[in-house]
């Protein structure tokens, strides 16, 4: 509860470079404000309203490939500058990671897109998800898009400070399907089991049982997982009737997945 009060967005005032995009604010004849008058309320509009700067940021995701509609609507509904501290709110809609405390980081938007298109696969196109599970809830972003997606979000996190921050960054969402919970993600949450996605925002060097025993057959894991060459890759697990199909993908570059809380 002792963070920052946030500033509404768009911020007080962004960057040399971004103050150079605003366009000088026309006051109609006869309301001239002397100089001596209080500041002029940040401008809005084109560049700097969160709405507009967000659609330029999910038209970067389908044009490098995030093909999904209801991803795109997600990200688009999700108001990522809500979830990071006040001097970064100027980077929120930028393809970038962020930091967010306590040596951890917001996922870059392109990242979390593809890996919540991943986890919808197929059942994308038959209109969404059942119940979800993410490891590493952090500032609670991913777990607010998820939320868009999935009928259900168990989100949960082992540091009790990232916890609480992601609590309160959701408790004015109101987002009754997204579901925090304070532990270690390891052992994945067997209250919410099966599960028809699993997500992981942390890398480890092996997916823990848990997570496999809570799929649901039929669902699918997404995590990123350290090769025995040290590079971590983002891995795709399938749980099938017959067994399990794993996809090895792109290289990523997530914060390590530890065990125990903290
Ligand atoms: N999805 C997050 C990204 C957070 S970074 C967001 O949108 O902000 C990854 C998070 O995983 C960190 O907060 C880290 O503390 C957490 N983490 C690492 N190992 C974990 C574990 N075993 N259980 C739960 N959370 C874990």
């Not at 209080?38 to 044009?63: H, I, K, N, T, W």
């Not at 049982?209 to 890759?233: E, F, H, K, Y």
């Amino acid at each position: 509860m002792n963070q920052p009060k946030r500033p509404s967005f768009p911020a007080r005032l962004g960057p040399p470079s971004a103050q150079n995009a605003v366009r000088p604010v026309v006051r109609p004849a006869g309301n001239a404000a002397p100089r001596s008058a209080a500041p002029m309320p940040a401008p809005r509009g084109v560049g700097l309203d969160s709405a507009a700067v967000r659609s330029r940021m999910v038209q970067r995701l389908a044009a490098s490939g995030i093909s999904s509609a209801a991803v795109l609507q997600a990200m688009g509904s999700v108001e990522r500058h809500l979830f990071v501290d006040t001097a970064l709110v100027n980077q929120a809609y930028e393809d970038t990671s962020l930091p967010i405390g306590l040596a951890q980081t917001i996922s870059k938007p392109s990242v979390v897109a593809r890996m919540i298109e991943l986890l919808l696969g197929a059942e994308g196109a038959r209109g969404g998800l059942g119940r979800v599970l993410e490891i590493g809830t952090g500032c609670g972003y991913q777990a607010a898009v998820l939320g868009r997606v999935a009928r259900e979000v168990y989100s949960i996190e082992r540091l009790r400070g990232l916890h609480e921050k992601a609590r309160n960054n959701l408790r004015p969402l109101r987002l009754t399907n997204v579901h925090l919970i304070f532990g270690d993600g390891m052992v994945g949450y067997a209250q919410g089991a099966p599960y028809a996605g699993i997500i992981a925002a942390a890398g480890g060097d092996a997916v823990p049982a848990a997570w496999c025993d809570q799929l649901a057959v039929g669902g699918r894991l997404v995590a990123p997982m350290v090769q025995s060459n040290g590079q971590q890759i983002l891995l795709v697990i399938d749980k099938t009737p017959y067994g399990f199909n794993e996809t090895v993908l792109e290289a990523v570059n997530f914060v390590p997945l530890k065990s125990g809380i903290a």
